[in-house]
C-alpha cells in the first residue's frame, strides 16, 4: 500500500512538472490591441496560451484518486487533491520569478544603452532606432516595434504604443521617454534620470526576490518533513488510522487535513514573486479572478 501511495505522488508530481514544461506559457500582456488604421498595420493577435487552472484541475483530481485507491481515507483524499491544486503554481513560480527579474534588468539596461547614446547629441528618434540593435533579447521586439513607429508616425505615437504593450515596466517607461521630450533642455538628463528610477526599482524587486526564494525554500523544506512523517506513520504503524475510518474519525482527519491545506496555502501565497502593474495602469476589475501566482 505504502509502494502504491508513494507511487501516485511522484506520478503526480511528474504529471505537474512536465505539464508545466510544455503548457504553462507567458501570458500575453493586456490592453495589446491598437487601431489598425491609426499604426497602419494589423492588430498584433494574442498567444494562445493554456490557463494554469486546468492543470491545477488535472493534478488535484489524480491526488484525489492516488489518496482513495491507496489509504481509503477522506481526509487523505482532500489532502492530497488540495495538494495536488497547489503543486503547479509553487513549482512553477521559479521560473516567472526568473523572467521578472530577467525583464527587470533589461529594461534597466536599456534604458542606460538609450541616455549614453542621447548624450551623445542624437534625437530620441535616432536613439530609440539606435538602440534596436543593442537591446536586451528579452525586450528588443518592443523596442524595435518601438521605434519603427516613431519613425513612421513620431514619437507620441510611438509612447502611446510603448505604454499598451505590457503594464509593468512599459507605461513607466513611456512616461519617462515623454517627460524627456517636454524638459525644454536635452533629452540626456531625463534619460538618466529614467534610468535611476529604473535601477532603483529593479534593486528592490531583486531584494524582495531574495526574501521570497528564502521563503520557497523553507516551504519545500517543511512540506517534506511533513510528507515524510506522515509516510512513514502510516508505513510502521498503520493501524494508527483505523479510527479514523469510521463515522467522526473520517471528519476530524477531514478537519486536520483542511487546516494543513490552509497553512500550506498560506506558505504558497507568500512563497512567490507577483508582479506589480504599474501606477499607470487602471486596476483590475474586482470581480477578475486572481492570478494564482
Excluded at 536599456?110 to 548624450?119: D, F, G, I, M
Excluded at 516551504?219 to 508505513?235: D, K, P, Q
Excluded at 487546516?259 to 508582479?275: C, D, G, K, W
Aim: net charge positive.
Amino acid at each position: 500500500m505504502l509502494t502504491a501511495a508513494a507511487f501516485g505522488v511522484l506520478a503526480a508530481a511528474g504529471v505537474a512538472l512536465v505539464a508545466l514544461s510544455g503548457a504553462l506559457v507567458k501570458l500575453p500582456p493586456r490592453n495589446r490591441r491598437r487601431d489598425a488604421q491609426k499604426f497602419g498595420a494589423a492588430a498584433k493577435p494574442a498567444r494562445a496560451t493554456k490557463p494554469l487552472a486546468l492543470v491545477q484541475v488535472g493534478t488535484a483530481a489524480l491526488g484525489a484518486l492516488v489518496g482513495y485507491v491507496a489509504t481509503g481515507l477522506l481526509g487523505m483524499v482532500v489532502l492530497l487533491a488540495g495538494m495536488g491544486a497547489l503543486l503547479p503554481p509553487f513549482m512553477a513560480a521559479p521560473r516567472r520569478r526568473r523572467r521578472q527579474t530577467k525583464q527587470a534588468l533589461a529594461w534597466a539596461l536599456w534604458s542606460r544603452q538609450l541616455a549614453e547614446q542621447a548624450r551623445s547629441g542624437s534625437g530620441l528618434t535616432d536613439s530609440l532606432r539606435g538602440s534596436v540593435s543593442r537591446a536586451p533579447q528579452e525586450i528588443a521586439p518592443t523596442i524595435a516595434r518601438v521605434a519603427q513607429t516613431a519613425e513612421l508616425h513620431g514619437l507620441e505615437e510611438a509612447f502611446d504604443e510603448l505604454a499598451s504593450l505590457g503594464n509593468v515596466w512599459e507605461p513607466e517607461v513611456a512616461a519617462g521617454l515623454r517627460m524627456a521630450t517636454t524638459s525644454g533642455s536635452g533629452i540626456a538628463d531625463p534619460l538618466l534620470d529614467l534610468c535611476g528610477r529604473i535601477n532603483d526599482v529593479v534593486e528592490l524587486h531583486r531584494a524582495r526576490t531574495e526574501a521570497v526564494v528564502a521563503l520557497w525554500t523553507q516551504t519545500i523544506a517543511l512540506l517534506s518533513l511533513a510528507g515524510g512523517v506522515v509516510a512513514m506513520m502510516y508505513r510502521t504503524n498503520p493501524d494508527y488510522f483505523e479510527p479514523y475510518r469510521e463515522g467522526t474519525g473520517q471528519l476530524v482527519l477531514v478537519g486536520l487535513s483542511g487546516l494543513l491545506l490552509a497553512v500550506t496555502a498560506f506558505l504558497v501565497y507568500h512563497s512567490v514573486v507577483r508582479e506589480e502593474n504599474s501606477v499607470l495602469v487602471p486596476p483590475r476589475r474586482k470581480n477578475r479572478a486572481k492570478d494564482p501566482i
